[in-house]
């Protein structure tokens, strides 16, 4: 059964795509088992008993009262080129899960993307007789301008031109691109804000609705560790120190208030409040 948030009117929807254990040095080098052994408040949704990180690959669907808003597209099926082995050729159930949770992919108006690298673009495209088509083909897809502009000039051959290629610009040349700033409302409940620094255009997603408010962070944090060692910055991190600015920004505003945080890899719970924890900070799922 798909997790399920209410934030006022609007109601969020996690639909899981990969959810794994260990093996998070790739992107998190700093974070050895040594040095979150002693961060118990991880257990049991983000660490286990012996110091391996738990993170998860998936999608958030929002719906307002006008919108059905898929954030992030994960891996997707039948890609290649993918620097992960594990991710290449990929064949999961995910538009299953996601129309067994109520979300038929012809009903979703709108698909944003929080960036463009390859686990939050995926399921942007599927394949159909040898041809990379739009997956949600009544949507109207979202990408931050600078986002899109910067990776549309990555260098042919590069790993992230191959993802630009079968996941972006097949839906750039079907007209269902729509580029936006990073301040960009997308309707009453639902708008970005900008946290650059994993990526040049890189936003997440501000919920406001009735008078409680959520936050869906995108990668600007990757793991609930980083909130007690912000100084931690990612492998994938476009400018490291841009991001870790970011992070001490975000997690300050948001520290000990009713804000309910859901991460884009957060496995488990997924979603929680940040508490101040003397210079740094933790979350509370």
């Not at 109520?102 to 040898?130: F, K, P, S």
């Not at 009544?138 to 031109?161: C, I, K, N, T, V």
Request: aromatic share 8%; net charge negative.
């Amino acid at each position: 059964m798909a997790m399920r948030w209410r934030i006022g009117a609007v109601t969020v929807t996690k639909i899981v795509e990969l959810e794994f254990t260990g093996g998070t040095r790739f992107i998190l080098p700093q974070a050895t088992r040594e040095a979150v052994r002693d961060l118990a408040w991880l257990k049991p949704h983000f660490m286990n008993d012996d110091g391996q990180l738990v993170m998860s690959v998936h999608a958030l669907v929002v719906e307002t009262p006008t919108r059905r808003i898929v954030v992030d597209t994960c891996i997707g099926n039948d890609k290649s080129g993918r620097m992960a082995p594990h991710w290449n050729n990929m064949q999961g159930p995910f538009l299953a899960d996601l129309a067994a949770a109520g979300y038929a992919r012809e009903a979703i108006d709108t698909v944003l993307c929080t960036h463009l690298h390859v686990d939050h673009v995926g399921w942007n495209t599927m394949l159909v007789d040898g041809r990379w088509v739009p997956t949600f083909p009544r949507a109207r897809y979202l990408m931050a301008r600078s986002e899109f502009d910067y990776w549309r000039g990555a260098p042919q051959g590069a790993s992230q031109a191959v993802i630009f290629d079968d996941s972006v610009a097949p839906v750039f040349a079907a007209g269902l691109v729509d580029l936006v700033d990073t301040d960009h409302r997308l309707c009453d409940e639902v708008r970005l804000t900008p946290t650059l620094g994993h990526t040049p255009g890189h936003v997440s997603v501000v919920i406001e609705s009735e008078g409680v408010n959520a936050l869906i962070t995108g990668d600007f944090v990757h793991h609930p560790c980083q909130m007690a060692h912000p100084e931690w910055a990612s492998t994938a991190d476009f400018d490291p120190a841009a991001s870790i600015a970011t992070r001490r920004r975000m997690f300050g505003d948001l520290a000990d208030t009713p804000t309910l945080v859901i991460g884009t890899h957060f496995a488990g719970a997924t979603a929680g409040r940040i508490v101040a924890d003397g210079d740094a900070w933790r979350f509370v799922a």
